[in-house]
């Protein structure tokens, strides 16, 4: 080797070092969620949540309404987010009192023109308080439903791909969960559909709206699809893609936001969800507060999510409580969990 060959590469390494040294120091300088923070801002807003709970309002200031209420609620029984709620404080080991579970069964509204949405809610949150989804008793009655037989036998083809993931997350809580006879679709089928609706910049929308940037629905998504497990080689090509073009929707300080006219808010309920998502993927879950997904990035979103928790509990900007305090929950739940490697919704 002569001496110009030898300078070269010694030139080269030099240069390899230095790169590898700037990317260490700044995945190393990124913000990250102390446990003792994690630990404090947690403990404010799952007491936040446990009272709203205890008096069943969606807030405990300004405008609220009731979390259940057949009356309100007539499709339903429960205000929009209520499965998130009830998910993030199951998952942050809150036990549910009788008369808890009781304003659930008072309140629940099954139909026999319940849509897959509405079902799947409710087999989330009927698992969430310790009920038995496949033998679920409304109060009163001494007969129970099944209500994931009901999901399963439900047409999910006119539901948006955020309602789609969810059914796909609520039919695969527990192992004990059967696909019945007559089923509408699989957790297969399922998840071969919402693949189809990827959109080419590889995220996905609720009303699938080509060059459209949408968190929320790409995160619920990435969700549905981890927990349906599939070992399709289109579904894991596609879980991948999503991930990356979820990766670049991170914002510098580690939120992530809702895209309106190409301008891009961040918001509580943007970030967790895509907590839940990256927690809920074994080689994703590194994200969440350790290492920075992209570029620029100067904080990561456990840090970003629990900046928007107010001194009250509350979560700030939030359109509602209910959303905001039950999805924080849940996000950290999620986070918790995937550092046991397990999931926040495996509920048996």
């Known amino acids: ?7 070269i590469l ?91 579970k009781n304003l659930l069964r008072k309140n629940l509204v099954i139909k026999n023109s319940s849509t897959a949405a509405t079902l799947a ?18 109060y009163g009655h001494k007969t129970g439903i099944n ?5 399963y036998r439900t047409s999910v083809s006119n ?30 089928s399922l998840s071969y559909r919402l693949v189809k609706v990827q959109l080419k910049n590889h995220g ?10 949408d ?3 790409t995160s619920m998504v990435l969700t549905g699809l981890s ?37 891009t808010t961040p918001n509580a309920n943007s970030t967790a969800e895509a907590i839940i998502a990256l927690s809920n993927n074994s080689t994703t879950k590194k994200y969440v507060n350790v290492s920075p997904m992209r570029s620029g990035q100067k904080a990561t979103p456990l840090y970003a999510v629990l900046t928007y928790v107010n001194k009250t509990g509350s979560i700030k900007n939030a359109t509602s409580q209910l959303y905001g305090v039950g999805q924080v929950n849940l996000a950290v739940a999620a986070y918790k969990a995937a550092l046991k490697g397990q999931s926040v919704y495996n509920i048996n």
């Open 10 to 100: 010694a030139s080269v390494s030099a240069v390899l070092m230095t790169v590898t040294l700037t990317t260490s120091v700044g995945a190393a300088s990124i913000h990250k969620a102390g446990s003792a923070t994690i630990h404090r801002r947690t403990a404010l807003t799952y007491s936040y949540a446990k009272k709203m709970l205890k008096e069943n309002k969606t807030g405990l200031s300004g405008k609220t309404s009731s979390i259940f209420s057949h009356k309100l609620y007539s499709e339903t029984g429960a205000a929009s987010g209520y499965s998130d709620f009830l998910l993030g404080l199951k998952g942050n080991h809150y036990k549910f009192t009788t008369s808890e």
């Open 1 to 7: 080797m002569n001496k110009l060959t030898k300078s």
């Open 147 to 151: 209500l994931v037989s009901r999901l």
């Open 204 to 213: 996905w929308t609720y009303n699938n709206a080509q060059g459209a940037k």
């Open 215 to 217: 968190a929320d629905t």
């Open 159 to 188: 539901q948006t791909a955020s309602s789609q993931a969810e059914t796909l997350i609520a039919v695969s809580m527990s192992s004990k969960f059967k696909q019945p006879s007559h089923a509408k679709f699989s957790k297969a």
């Open 121 to 138: 809610n409710a087999v989330m949150a009927v698992q969430a308080m310790g009920l038995n989804a496949q033998n679920y008793k409304a």
């Open 227 to 263: 927990r349906g497990k599939s070992s399709a080689s289109s579904i894991e090509s596609s879980i991948q893609k999503g991930q990356q073009f979820l990766y670049s929707l991170a914002q510098s300080n580690g939120a992530f936001g809702y895209t309106f006219n190409g301008k």
